[in-house]
Structure formats: C-alpha cells, structure tokens
C-alpha cells in the first residue's frame, strides 16, 4: 500500500532562517501533492499544491519541490518567523473517483525568536 | 464566506454509548469529506459525499459508523455502539464541484472524541 513519510521530530529553527521539511512516499505516483499547515485544536489549512510536471511552486515565503524520480516533495519556508510554528502536513491525491487526501503524519516545526 | 462548521468540538461518552458529529460544509460545496485521526497516527479518510450520495466509503472502519447527507447540505456521523479504539479527532472537509483532479479541500476545526 502506499505510503507517505515525514520526519516526525520537530524540526526547531533560529527565527530568520529557512525551514526546510521532507515528504518522501512510496508504493505511489501521485499526479498531485499538497502540503497543508494544522495548529492545535484546528483542521489542516491548505498551503500550496504542486503538480507532477512541475518541478517548482513558490508562494510569497513559500517554495515547494517535486521530484517524482526520487518520489520526494522539499517544503522550504524562508525568513521564518515565529508564527510559521506549525505542523505541517504533506498530503497526495489519490486519484481514484474520490479524490480523497492521503496524508503524512506530518512534521512539528518550531521558529525560536 | 463562513467556512467550515463542526459540532460538537469535544464529547466524552462511555463505550457502548451512542455520538453523532455534525459538520456543516461551505456553502455550494458538493463534496464532502470525513476524515479521522487516532492518537500518534496520521489524518485518515473515512469516507467522501458528493451531494447526497456516498461516492467512496472505503475508508469506514466498520458498520458501527454511520454517515448521512440527506438533502446535500450537513451531515451527520454516527458511532453506535462507540468503542475504544473510536476515540480521535474526527475532521470534516468540503471542496467545489470536482471538474479536474485539482481538489483544495477546506477542512473544519475538528471534533475530539473520547470513549472511555
């Protein structure tokens, strides 16, 4: 079955420097991979989605990579800020008639002043 | 636009009892999406509505969870007997119609259930 995997220790970084989070998935060729941000006591928010033809998507702080030889996704967040401390999830379509998310556990990341 | 609804936030029954969810979608959102998160394990589908119908329940862990959406709009989740192991965070998630693969999902804040 398919699998996905996230670094599941925090990841605690210097406020100002980048945030670099891995996705890597196996058993699966996704046409799409999204990575969603959760808070405590809140639903997964959507971030940015990412389609297998490409191999980059950036927006404003955020820049995504997808490399489908390595079957991984990088997840960079730069001049990171205190309030980008999150768990971050990464997330594949499974593209059956359904459309439904197939997720990671997701990774803790933790922006020190 | 109001985003997504879910009630209650928390609800602590014993096992063998009866717990319906609520979970209001966006509105003009045809799909909906049950998903649930068991202690230290990752968001897991349940199952997806399209309007009234159940296009994919293949992630119901059995027959004690019952899902509804009479008339497209809310729906409900009910477990009945509830045991143990159903306790977790139990998301709710709409989307626009489906006209591509492309498919944002807009998740609500969650209902925590705990059976003791």
């Known amino acids: 079955s398919q699998k996905i995997e996230q670094n599941s220790e925090a990841l605690n970084i210097q406020e100002g420097k980048t945030a670099t989070l891995t996705c890597n998935y196996t058993n699966y060729s996704p046409a799409y991979l999204q990575w969603y941000r959760q808070d405590p006591g809140r639903g997964p928010v959507f971030l940015l989605l990412?389609?297998?033809?490409?191999k980059e998507k950036r927006k404003e702080r955020l820049k995504v990579t997808f490399d489908t030889t390595l079957k991984q996704s990088l997840f960079h967040i730069t001049a990171s800020q205190p309030a980008d401390s999150a768990t971050y999830l990464c997330?594949?379509?499974?593209?059956?008639?359904?459309?439904?998310?197939?997720f990671g556990s997701g990774t803790r990341l933790l922006v020190r002043p | 636009e109001a985003g997504v609804t879910q009630f209650p936030s928390h609800s602590v029954i014993e096992k063998g009892q009866t717990v319906t969810l609520r979970c209001d979608p966006i509105s003009g959102h045809d799909n909906l999406y049950w998903y649930r998160r068991v202690m230290g394990k990752e968001i897991k589908f349940l199952l997806h509505?399209?309007?009234?119908?159940?296009?994919?329940e293949s992630g119901m862990p059995n027959n004690r969870f019952l899902a509804e959406r009479t008339g497209g709009t809310y729906s409900t989740l009910k477990v009945q007997p509830a045991e143990l192991e159903d306790s977790g965070v139990y998301f709710c998630a709409s989307s626009r119609t489906v006209l591509s693969s492309y498919n944002e999902q807009f998740f609500g804040p969650g209902t925590r259930l705990t059976v003791l």
């Open positions: 990412i389609r297998e033809n490409e």
């Open positions: 509505f399209v309007k009234e119908s159940k296009q994919d």
């Open positions: 997330a594949l379509d499974w593209m059956d008639s359904s459309y439904k998310l197939i």
